[in-house]
């Protein structure tokens, strides 16, 4: 049974930084590529970043371009979202995801999501 355990979410001011965590099991037989969503209140989820399963391809949502760090310890089973320079407009519910494919991925369709975790950033 595959599961993603988001942590590392909070409350932090503007300008902040949070680093978030994923650690999964069960996903077996298979090269995952990992991701990030998140919902903000009120709006449909949108896509944050994805890392393919080497880690030497992170690919990133144009809004958190340049302020979030996608990476991961495939020996630990574990992909990291280090977000940086933090705007209220980055508060939602992130969560983490994962298919064998990228594509789907990026599609909006991973087969395994996490419960997710609340980010909150005040002004």
């Known amino acids: 049974q595959v599961q993603l355990v988001e942590s590392g979410g909070g409350l932090v001011q503007a300008g902040g930084s949070l680093r978030l965590s994923c650690a999964a099991s069960g996903l077996t037989g298979s090269r995952y590529a990992m991701a990030w969503f998140r919902q903000p209140p009120g709006k449909e989820r949108e896509f944050v970043a994805t890392?393919?399963?080497?880690?030497?391809?992170?690919y990133y949502a144009d809004s958190v371009k340049g302020r979030f760090t996608l990476s991961r310890d495939n020996a630990k089973n574990t992909v990291y979202l280090q977000m940086n320079s933090l705007t209220p407009e980055d508060t939602a519910v992130y969560y983490c995801a994962a298919d064998p494919d990228g594509r789907t991925v990026v599609a909006g369709s991973p087969s395994y999501w996490g419960q997710g975790t609340q980010v909150t950033v005040s002004s």
């Open positions: 890392i393919n399963w080497n880690g030497d391809r992170p």
